[in-house]
Every structure is written in structure tokens, then in C-alpha cells.
């Protein structure tokens, strides 16, 4: 079965700081998928940062990037020059290939405060 | 731009009513899904379809139903609603089955069971 941690239920971040919020996953699979997604107070699902399992280079997308270790099962995410609008949950997600195609696994998620 | 919405946004409902949660997406997406998300369980498949008459369970199925009459919708049927189904319910899309393919997701479907 395939599992995804997140060991931080809440993080505290002063503005303009940088933060990393934690994701390892347990999977056999070769080749599979890391996404995040961000979910603000008002409820919906926005999708912030990929990373495919034989991409060489760590993803960035803006002021996100993906520390991907392979061989740890880890995919952080760094969010740099926090802002408040960036207090909400994380949630880190796995998808895989084989006969589950297209479904994500998620983990519980990280609410991240950010503070003035 | 192509989207994907939920209706109601909204819904309380007494024990044993059937409630069907519609979602409608207009990027032509094969491939769509619905989870319920709870406190403390992250998000969990319930089912979901890899095209026109493909419907699958998932991890938590069990009272519910779907189904693929088309490309865009994929509505989803409690068939007598109880209380452990209050949640938060969200559809999403993607395009192929790939792990590269991102999944897009609606913005999410208050249901209350009373």
C-alpha cells in the first residue's frame, strides 16, 4: 500500500522567512509522481509544485521548490519569503503508476501560519 | 477557461435521504474523481472513472455511487445518507494516466448529515 507521512501537523513561520514543510513516502514503485497542494481557509484544492520520480533536477516553481531525495522517500516542500496569504494546509500527494493510474494518495496535512 | 465545478457548494440533509453531489468539468478530461475529506484523514478516494461507462470503488466506497453517462459529469449518489458521510467531498479531473498528469480538483462540496 502506498503511505505518505506528513510528521507536522502545524508550523509557525515569520513573514518573509523561509519555511519546509516535511513529506516522506513508502512505495516499491519505480516511477510515480509528488505533488503539493495548497488549501486556504476558504476550502479549495490548488495544486502548487510536481515531481516525477526520475526528474534529476529538484522542481521550482516561483517561490516553491520540491527537495526531492530519492533515496530517503522524502519531497519537502520550501516555500521562500513567506507570506501571510500562504497560511493554509499542505498537503503532500503520490501518484503512481501501475493499476491505480490517476489516483493521488495523500498524506494529512501541514497548517502553515505565517505571522507578521 | 476550462473548469471544474461542484453543486451544491452547500447541503444539509436529514439521515436516510438520497443525495447526489454533481460535478461537471469542461476540459474533456477522461479521467475523474471523488474524495471526502475529514479531520484528520487527509483526503480518501471514494470512486472513480477512466472514461464514458468506467467507474471504480475506492478506498472508502461504501455507500456511495457514481456514474459516466458522458465526458464532463461524474455525479455522486449517497443512497441513504448517515451521519459519518458529513464531510467535505471534492471532484477532480486529469487528462491522462501518466504519474506526470496533474489532477485538477473542484472547490469542494459542504455536506451535512443531521
Known amino acids: 500500500a502506498q503511505k505518505i507521512t506528513q510528521t507536522q501537523p502545524g508550523m509557525f513561520v515569520q513573514e518573509k522567512e523561509a519555511v519546509t514543510l516535511d513529506c516522506t513516502y513508502d512505495t516499491s514503485d519505480q516511477s510515480y509522481g509528488l505533488f503539493w497542494y495548497k488549501q486556504p481557509s476558504s476550502g479549495e484544492m490548488i495544486f502548487l509544485i510536481y515531481q516525477g520520480s526520475y526528474d534529476e533536477q529538484n522542481a521550482t516553481e516561483g517561490r516553491y521548490s520540491l527537495n526531492f531525495q530519492k533515496a530517503r522517500k522524502s519531497a519537502n516542500l520550501v516555500i521562500s519569503a513567506s507570506q501571510l496569504g500562504d497560511s493554509a494546509m499542505y498537503f503532500c500527494a503520490m501518484k503512481r503508476r501501475g493499476s491505480t493510474l490517476g489516483r493521488l494518495y495523500f498524506g494529512r496535512g501541514t497548517q502553515l501560519t505565517v505571522w507578521p | 477557461d476550462a473548469e471544474i465545478t461542484q453543486s451544491p457548494r452547500h447541503k444539509i440533509t436529514e439521515t436516510g435521504r438520497q443525495v447526489t453531489l454533481a460535478c461537471h468539468q469542461t476540459w474533456n478530461h477522461n479521467n475523474m474523481f471523488w474524495y471526502r475529506q475529514d479531520l484528520g484523514h487527509g483526503l480518501r478516494l471514494i470512486h472513480y472513472?477512466?472514461?464514458?461507462?468506467?467507474?471504480n470503488k475506492g478506498e472508502v466506497s461504501d455507500g456511495y455511487s457514481v456514474s459516466r453517462s458522458n465526458t464532463e459529469d461524474l455525479p455522486l449518489t449517497l443512497e441513504s445518507a448517515a451521519s459519518s458521510q458529513t464531510s467535505v467531498y471534492f471532484c477532480?479531473?486529469?487528462?491522462?494516466?501518466?504519474?506526470?498528469?496533474?489532477?485538477?480538483f473542484g472547490e469542494g462540496s459542504w455536506l451535512t448529515v443531521v
Open positions: 472513472s477512466y472514461g464514458v461507462q468506467d467507474t
Open positions: 477532480a479531473s486529469s487528462e491522462g494516466q501518466s504519474s506526470g498528469n496533474t489532477i485538477y
